[in-house]
């Protein structure tokens, strides 16, 4: 199963009916193109939760919010769960300009770049090496996506 990281609206990930009735509880800035990650491999997100545990002592955003219906949010606060009518489980809240943070603290314990020439670097070496790395393959798409919504200001989605 893929993991994709999507820079935009509520519309832009679940269509015009979903969408809407996400929009009414919780509002995200539209504007340009949506703006879409590289998929990757779903288990990467539970991999890089546990390395991400396994370094840094405190980091709520990345490691309590699953990979299943769930959005940052810039200006929001801490990691909630909020009731969405016509979906079965709530969607989780969590907190973009936080979620930044974490990960570049969790780079700068990992000696991993946080520029985007340099993850875009990484992205091309992982993709050419044998081995599999669904961690830092993760990483790589999740900060590259972060930072796009930051610049734009817009919610980073994460879709399975």
Known sequence: ???TF??????DVFGAGLGAAIDAVL???GGTEPYRSDPVDAGGWR???ARVMRTLDSSPQLTTVD???AVYVPGFEGVSHVGVANLADPLQV???DALLLELQRFAAASSLPVDDVELMSLAAQLLESDEVNLE???YVQLMLSARQALAR???LWVVV
């Open 94 to 96: 969590g907190s973009l």
């Open 1 to 3: 199963m893929a993991l």
């Open 27 to 29: 509002p995200t800035p």
């Open 6 to 11: 999507v820079v935009g609206t509520a519309r």
């Open 67 to 69: 990979a299943y219906q």
């Open 47 to 49: 991999a890089l939760q």
């Open 153 to 155: 200001r817009q919610a």
């Open 136 to 138: 830092l393959e993760t």
